[in-house]
């Protein structure tokens, strides 16, 4: 878990930055930046671990249904819903959805992750399932 420190200056940070009516990922760049491990140690409560998706087109469609196929089964599902598809979104996203003291209350993330991104965040964090979409060749550079 993440220390009390990180998150809430995180949420002060969040909440600034909502007031000001915009910089949804502004958040999740302040907590990289003063606490690298907030994202994996954030995930790693999760019991049924994280499913990453990426790909040129369909991220978000293909995100929010599986998000309400796990729903209906009964699972609660963290994902990041600003569409902020950098691992600094998904740190924004949590930012959001934790407690003040850290915890995170869901079973399974369901995260949409830029193509280019996507290869960074799993060196931080170990995806359970990864949901590769189309690539298409401007993506490749």
Same mark, same amino acid.
């Given at each position: #878990?993440?220390? &009390?420190?990180? %998150?809430?200056?995180?949420?002060?940070?969040?909440? @600034?930055?909502?007031?000001? +009516?915009? +910089?949804?990922?502004? &958040?999740?760049?302040? %907590?990289?930046?003063? !606490?690298?491990?907030? $994202?994996?140690?954030?995930? @790693?409560?999760?019991?049924?671990?994280?499913?990453?998706?990426?790909?040129? /087109?369909?991220?978000?469609?293909?995100?929010?249904?599986?998000?309400?196929?796990?729903?209906?089964?009964?699972?609660?599902?963290?994902?990041?819903?600003?569409?902020? /598809?950098?691992?600094? +979104? $998904?740190?924004? @996203?949590?930012?959001?959805?934790?407690?003040?003291? +850290? =915890?995170?209350?869901? !079973?399974?993330?369901?995260?949409?992750?830029?193509?280019?991104?996507?290869? =960074?965040?799993?060196? %931080?964090?170990? &995806?359970?399932?990864?949901?590769?979409?189309? $690539? #298409?060749?401007?993506?490749?550079?």
């Amino acid at each position: #878990m993440s220390s &009390p420190f990180t %998150v809430l200056l995180g949420k002060a940070v969040r909440y @600034a930055a909502r007031l000001r +009516g915009g +910089g949804s990922a502004l &958040p999740g760049l302040f %907590v990289e930046k003063i !606490d690298p491990s907030f $994202v994996p140690n954030t995930l @790693a409560q999760l019991p049924k671990g994280v499913v990453i998706i990426s790909g040129t /087109n369909g991220k978000t469609t293909t995100t929010k249904m599986v998000v309400q196929l796990l729903e209906s089964q009964g699972l609660t599902v963290f994902t990041n819903r600003t569409g902020s /598809n950098f691992v600094r +979104g $998904v740190a924004a @996203a949590l930012l959001g959805d934790i407690t003040a003291t +850290g =915890k995170l209350r869901a !079973d399974i993330a369901v995260l949409e992750l830029d193509e280019a991104h996507a290869v =960074k965040f799993v060196d %931080v964090v170990q &995806p359970r399932y990864s949901l590769l979409l189309n $690539v #298409m060749r401007d993506q490749l550079d």
